[in-house]
């Protein structure tokens, strides 16, 4: 409505000076009064000349209504995320990229030549220490067991006739009867015997053992491979090739290599007592799987200027698997009451480093900090900021000093976003 008021003052005011013009010097505008709109003017001119000016204030009048309604004081406050500087507890941490290690990996293999008769144990499955795994044929080792306990059986009754002799010749020996060699004789024999019953005793044991061979056993507890050798094959005393493959996932190593110019750091810290590691993997979720540290080598790689340390990690639900890569990080100390704000909203230029401060009146305000470790997505403030300051977390780029903000919500300026 108000466009329009302009629109009809604009012209009711330019024709009506169009027409005095014409009226002062009609030959200057000839050209133009010989059209149609021009000749309506001047034919009306007596009675518009009394309009025009309630007409131009009019249009003055919608004007100014309509820059009424437009802001003024330059651009619309910057959207931006807002989070406060706090306190807390923030550990001081070294990181570095490792693989997981299993501590103990062993490959079942028979111990004594035989048919595999029977496979107890599935592909992947989990098995505890002492659990059977694999048949082999037992019966060519029960007829060994029973032949030497026939050969004992023997070895005995010809020990207790030799015995009985030795009693008779050393009584005739005596009575001047049987000459003194057939007492050496028959002693002799006795201890022979003997000597065979031992040995015959030795393969019962023998026979035994390896009957006891025929049925494996889990060694440890972990989690086995694939079946190597299907039921039904031969299989050979300690052949090359296994039957399967037992990896023990719970505990596990975690092997790590760390930067060497904290050595001396990690060993006067390790020294002193224990240290606490946490291990992630990629796309993990969730806290960290912990462990302690207990080894450090005693070379630095040159090769990558690192030096390996390694943890054992309980494995709670098997979460690392042996050979998996993963990101350790091994926490030294702890600073108490450090002051600290989102990672994100720490800014750097060519002096150092800053972040944007909310003042009470909503405009923003460049802060230079001192900034110290990063931790969990928050970095320490040393210096330049107290608790409780309003920091910008996003929306940075559309900020200047003394800019005029508008925070869009907070989450502590983890996750969200300017709006715009």
Known sequence: ???????????????????????????????????????????????????????YAVAMEGAKTADAGRPRGGPPP???????AETRSVPITLEGVGNVQARSTVAIKSRVDGQLFEALVKDGQTVRKGDLLFRLDPRPFEAQLKQAEANLARDEANLAKAETDVGRFGELARKGIS??????????????????????????????????????????????????????????????????????????YVSVGLAEQHITALRARYAKGKLGVAVTTQGWEGPPARGELFFINNAVDTN?????????????????????????SVELARLDNAVVVPAQSVQINQKGHYVWVM???????????????????QMVIEQGIQPGDQIVTDGQLRLFPGAKVAPAGGDGGKNGKAQS
């Open 304 to 328: 990558t200027g690192t030096i390996q340390v390694m943890a054992i990690v309980a494995n709670e639900g098997e979460r690392l698997v042996p050979g998996q890569f993963v990101r350790a």
């Open 359 to 377: 003042q009470p009146d909503s405009t923003v305000k460049a802060v230079p900090v001192s900034v110290g470790p990063e931790a969990e997505g």
């Open 78 to 84: 910057a959207p931006v995320r807002i989070a406060r």
């Open 179 to 252: 000459p003194q060699t057939r007492l050496e004789e028959a002693t002799t024999s006795v201890n022979t015997l003997r000597a065979a019953v031992q040995a015959t005793q030795a393969a019962i044991d023998l026979a035994k053992l390896n009957l006891s061979y025929t049925t494996i056993l889990s060694p440890l507890d972990g989690r086995v491979g694939s079946l190597l050798i299907a039921p039904g094959n031969m299989v050979k005393a300690n052949d090359t090739q296994a039957l399967l493959v037992i990896t023990e996932t719970q505990p596990v």
């Open 1 to 55: 409505m108000t466009a329009r008021w302009m629109v009809w003052g604009l012209i009711l005011v330019g024709g009506a000076a169009f027409c005095s013009a014409a009226a002062l010097n009609p030959q200057s505008v000839k050209p133009v009064l010989q059209s149609a709109p021009a000749r309506w003017v001047l034919d009306h001119l007596p009675a518009l000349r009394p309009i025009i000016p309630a007409t």
